[in-house]
């Protein structure tokens, strides 16, 4: 299935989560950068769960109420359980509306 952009609502809609993904998909490589040097004083062993635990704080604020139904809407997973890899998670979902538009 591939979706092309027809000015359509669904199409609309799509765009629109693709951008928030992108968004929150930005906000962690700066909650990465700005825990830099906290993530770094872990134990070699801890140092991915220390960058999980910072994204996860990046997003963590935001209402994503709008874009999880908006997910659901195009039969994604929502982001309620992204917790133990949200980065993973994001970039899944991005993979996904990246070959879905094409």
């Known amino acids: 299935m591939r979706l092309r952009p027809d000015g359509s609502a669904s199409d609309v809609v799509f765009m629109t989560v693709a951008e928030q993904i992108r968004r929150l998909r930005e ?7 700005q825990r830099a040097a906290q993530i770094n004083a872990v134990d070699e062993s801890n140092l991915a769960g220390a960058a999980n635990l910072a994204h996860y704080w990046a997003i963590r604020p935001s209402d994503l109420r709008d874009l999880q ?34």
């Open 69 to 102: 139904l908006q997910l659901a809407s195009f039969g994604f997973s929502s982001l309620g359980r992204c917790e133990p890899n949200v980065r993973a998670t994001l970039e899944a979902i991005a993979a996904t509306l990246q070959s879905l538009s094409g």
């Open 27 to 33: 906000r962690l490589v700066q909650a990465e950068a």
